[in-house]
């Protein structure tokens, strides 16, 4: 069975750093475009960075300087360093790629991890 599963979520204090990781499991050929999401309770699920295939980053303007997205294509893996983090920060976050296995080809959602940051 293809999944992904996110790891590495918390409390931390406004100041600190997590680091999240994002594994996708199972028969996959190859990964393509890469993204952590985040959702705040009551409001839409919001885009916080992407990468590429080709190692093309983009972040939104709330974290840029603040998060780095990366990935590991031998280990199919995408994480997020979250430095400086503020209680807006708080959400669950999910990551989101686009697979491909033998059999089929589409995007995929992991079940999220919750980040608190509070004092």
């Known amino acids: 069975q293809v999944q992904l599963v996110e790891s590495g979520g918390g409390l931390v204090q406004p100041g600190g750093s997590l680091r999240l990781s994002c594994a996708a499991s199972g028969r996959i050929v190859s990964i393509g475009t890469m993204r952590w999401y985040r959702r705040v309770p009551g409001k839409q699920r919001e885009l916080v960075a992407t990468?590429?295939?080709?190692?093309?980053?983009s972040y939104a303007d709330y974290v840029r300087g603040r998060f780095t997205i990366s990935r590991d294509d031998g280990r199919n893996t995408v994480s997020l360093r979250m430095n400086g983090l503020k209680p807006q920060d708080t959400a669950v976050y999910y990551c989101?790629?686009?697979?491909?296995?033998?059999?089929?080809?589409?995007?995929?959602w992991g079940q999220g991890t919750q980040v608190t940051v509070s004092s």
């Open positions: 990468i590429t295939s080709s190692g093309s980053t």
């Open positions: 989101n790629a686009f697979l491909v296995t033998m059999g089929w080809r589409d995007f995929r």
